[in-house]
């Protein structure tokens, strides 16, 4: 038992560190995303309110929800792997 | 300075070839001649030994661990041992040595009457550190002449390791090149300013000197 609370512990610290530091790039990118189209449409109004605007809208999005996926995913493909070596 | 650069590179590269070589998943065409389960005192080669059956008590100085030998189609012989991986490390998650040990007696097979399997292991046999290969998997083949198939996982799990590799160098090259390098081509040319400086000072105070020389 103690060797799969050690991995779960140490794989949730991984994954976090890599969860936290995937989010703020993702962020990163969508400001500089939305600053371009801001420069692009023609500089509707005041340009930290459009950014905001479009990064709220991003913080509901299905694509933010998606960075999730760096817990899902490892976890599958241990299932799979446990399956495959075991089972299979 | 150069050869220590390329001595540490060169120990560096081999440490991950060979991190790479012992974790990686291997195919052997092989027959299988016995199987045993023998007592091992773990020694200075306890790191190349895996864990004990997942649940058991893992605090033992010592336990029963389960041997395959075979034949190879070389004709030279290896020995495998077959023990749980468990949820630790090399990442196999292999929980089945029981089992396994049973199929492996089952496909035993004496050299008039071959029965040719394919084993999946991983690791290495020494002689030197008494250590042995963890086989994985057995499968039985046609022949000896079976293909082991293209290494299709070493070759994706190596790709994504060379690309991250790469990513890591290349943004570290942009960051020596515009952070970096600036600084020390500043450090340096100031440095020489500063040699300059006492160069011209020493010159002087030679000339002054000179100037109370006995001509």
Not at chain 1, 22 to 29: I, K, P
Not at chain 2, 27 to 52: L, M, P, Q, V
Not at chain 2, 97 to 102: E, H, K, V
Not at chain 2, 109 to 134: C, L, Q
Request: aromatic residues 16%; hydrophobic residues 45%.
């Amino acid at each position: 038992m103690f060797a799969l609370t050690r991995l779960i512990v140490i794989g949730f610290v991984a994954l976090t560190v890599i969860y936290v530091i995937v989010s703020f790039w993702s962020r990163a990118l969508r400001r500089r995303k939305l600053r371009r189209e801001w420069e692009e449409e023609g500089r509707p109004g005041d340009r930290e309110t459009f950014v905001e605007t479009g990064l709220k809208a991003y913080d509901g999005s299905i694509r933010r929800k998606l960075i999730l996926g760096v817990y899902i995913i490892p976890v599958c493909i241990v299932g799979l792997i446990i399956y495959l070596t075991n089972f299979h | 300075m150069v050869y220590i650069k390329w001595a540490f590179w060169i120990t560096f590269w081999g440490l991950v070839a060979a991190f790479f070589h012992y974790t990686l998943p291997q195919h052997d065409i092989a027959r299988i001649t016995d199987t045993y389960e023998k007592r091992i005192d773990f020694g200075e080669n306890s790191i190349f030994w895996a864990s004990a059956d997942v649940g058991n008590d893992t605090g033992t100085v010592n336990r029963d661990v389960f041997f395959i030998q075979t034949v190879r189609t070389n004709d030279r012989v290896m020995v495998y041992r077959n023990e749980d991986t468990g949820w630790g490390w090399p990442p196999y998650f292999k929980f089945d040595t029981s089992n396994l040990q049973a199929e492996a007696a089952d496909l035993k097979s004496t050299s008039d009457a071959p029965k040719w399997v394919m084993i999946k292991h991983y690791g290495w046999r020494n002689e030197f550190m008494s250590i042995f290969p963890n086989a994985v998997s057995v499968k039985p083949v046609a022949g000896p002449d079976a293909g082991i198939g293209i290494p299709w996982l070493n070759i994706i799990i190596l790709t994504v390791f060379f690309a991250f590799v790469w990513g890591i160098w290349v943004r570290w090259r942009r960051f020596r090149a515009a952070r970096i390098d600036p600084m020390v081509e500043d450090m340096t040319e100031s440095w020489d300013a500063a040699g300059d400086a006492v160069a011209d000072r020493r010159s002087r105070a030679k000339r002054w000197l000179d100037s109370w020389r006995a001509k």
